[in-house]
């Protein structure tokens, strides 16, 4: 690495770094807690443009070609729905956690299940999300070694939401967009440039030496199952996650607050273009590379010393952010849903405060422990998986919270929110020839429609 790529990094991490202080002190001494479109569109996206948007788009670009395009159109469209059908809904209920909605309309074994068992599934991507952060570290220093690097990005991690707050979360999110617009549109238009345009490019394609005859140009690339299974585990997985319900419930207005999820809508998909096309770019040209260095490869290998510092200094960022947001939305949810439930010692703003930092080092530490053994692997694998692990747990009975309150027996709906994991790791257990989250959430409907009946029988007979 030349030195200019380290200064390239270097000053787009204390850039960005420096936003999240001065956003959080700024904050602290009498901004408003309330966000505006610009703000609450960055705490989403800065949450959800990661590591799986960027780096894990190109690697199964890489194998898979446009079907790669599921994390980052899935995210889009969950961005709609949330806008559309959720905003208005979410913010009247007013309850100030998603688990809480569900707690109040079901009772304390509904609100606990859920707690655990949604918790459980964002912890799964939250260690996804350090273990590429310690990859793209790995890049910038091969000798480091994993501990040192999971430390690092741990730290970042926890610098990039103590220090600056839910606040600086937002006006972060908006940099780091700007710089990933700029990272992956630009490395896109290179690989255009350097292959003739979009016919050199579909030429080049279809050129590879493909023996399984993978469909590069197809959005089914890997089975329709499969890649639905994908978009649909984002959207409900979206849907079902603290960080971008907390960005909705603080927004200034419900117009705020819809205007930013589709302004997030628009700028999302268009990430995972760029990620693609380098992929396939790699893939053509390095076919015996690991896949999930496709992206930090082709930066290295083709962008000038700087521009390529600033690069990887912002994919670092972005898987950071994410990481890091996620851990604040559980941090929240440990603090609302589970801790107030044994006691209330710290009850108050201030130790609220407290101990959401406490719980987020908790969690962050947690996760850099685990991620440094062989479980780390085995779980980032599943990262992907973990949308649709809390969808399953979540999303019907905070649908029938939201919509049909009054209408679902509550036994029925903690037998829901109990059974959909279950039946998701059934699913993978089972080899099911579809995407198991179909299973889980299926089961967890059919449960919520029992239930309904259930209540209206019972009602009718009173």
Not at 191 to 211: E, H, K, Q, S, Y
């Amino acid at each position: 690495m030349s030195i200019s790529v380290f200064v390239g990094v270097l000053v787009t991490v204390v850039l960005i770094l420096g936003l999240s202080v001065y956003s959080g002190t700024r904050m602290k001494k009498g901004g408003s807690q309330l966000n505006g479109t610009a703000l609450t569109a960055g705490i989403i996206m800065g949450t959800l443009v990661g590591g799986s948007s960027t780096v894990g788009t190109a690697q199964l670009a890489y194998n898979y070609g446009m079907s790669a395009w599921w994390f980052t159109l899935g995210g889009g469209l969950s961005c709609l729905v949330l806008a559309l059908v959720f905003v208005g809904p979410l913010r009247h209920n007013g309850g100030r956690t998603l688990i809480g909605m569900v707690e109040h309309e079901f009772g304390p074994a509904a609100g606990l299940s859920a707690s655990i068992l949604n918790t459980v599934g964002t912890f799964i991507n939250v260690i996804s999300q350090m273990i590429a952060a310690s990859a793209v570290l790995a890049v910038l220093f091969p000798k480091m070694g994993l501990v040192w690097e999971l430390i690092i990005s741990m730290a970042f991690m926890i610098a990039y939401v103590v220090i600056g707050g839910r606040k600086g979360a937002g006006m972060v999110g908006i940099l780091k967009l700007v710089l990933l617009y700029i990272a992956m549109i630009g490395s896109g238009v290179m690989v255009l440039r350097m292959t003739g345009g979009v016919a050199g490019f579909t030429d080049m394609v279809r050129g590879i030496d493909n023996p399984d005859g993978v469909d590069f140009f197809s959005l089914f690339a890997r089975g329709a199952g499969t890649d639905l299974g994908a978009g649909v585990s984002l959207l409900l997985g979206v849907l079902t996650t603290q960080t971008y319900a907390q960005a909705v419930l603080s927004a200034k207005s419900d117009a705020s607050a819809r205007a930013g999820a589709l302004v997030s809508t628009f700028l999302i998909p268009p990430i995972g273009i760029g990620g693609i096309l380098v992929g396939l770019y790699m893939r053509a040209h390095f076919p015996g590379i690991a896949a999930k260095t496709a992206l930090t490869s082709f930066v290295t290998m083709y962008m000038p010393g700087a521009l390529g510092g600033i690069v990887l200094g912002t994919l670092f960022i972005a898987v950071v952010g994410t990481g890091a947001g996620l851990a604040l939305g559980m941090s929240f949810v440990l603090n609302e849903d589970i801790l107030d439930r044994f006691t209330h010692r710290f009850d108050g703003p201030q130790k609220q405060r407290l101990m959401g930092r406490v719980w987020m080092v908790l969690v962050l530490a947690l996760a850099c422990v685990l991620s440094m053994g062989s479980l780390g692997d085995t779980i980032l694998s599943f990262a992907f998986m973990s949308m649709g692990f809390r969808a399953a747990a979540v999303f019907a009975s905070l649908c029938a919270a939201l919509f049909f309150p009054g209408k679902v027996d509550r036994r029925w709906a903690v037998a829901s929110i109990i059974t959909g994991p279950v039946a998701v790791l059934a699913g993978k257990l089972m080899g099911l020839p579809f995407d198991s989250l179909f299973l889980g959430i299926g089961v967890g409907i059919v449960l919520i429609l029992i239930g309904a009946a259930v209540r209206a029988r019972r009602t009718g007979q009173a």
